[in-house]
């Protein structure tokens, strides 16, 4: 099963998911944001809406 993309298993009534992947999801949204800011920036500054 999947939770958010992050695998986990269900023993019980709870999830259990393991550090690595918890971490990993952690670090792709870093990044994800990280691209999405740069883009916004990027735009703005095309449009000329960003001042340096």
Known sequence: MRFCGVP???P???RRVLLADVLDYK???RS???R???DMVR???DA???DN
């Open 27 to 29: 670090e792709k949204r």
């Open 36 to 38: 999405g800011l740069e």
């Open 12 to 14: 019980g009534r709870h």
């Open 48 to 50: 000329g809406l960003y």
């Open 43 to 45: 735009l703005t500054e």
């Open 32 to 34: 994800q944001r990280r």
């Open 8 to 10: 986990f298993s269900r």
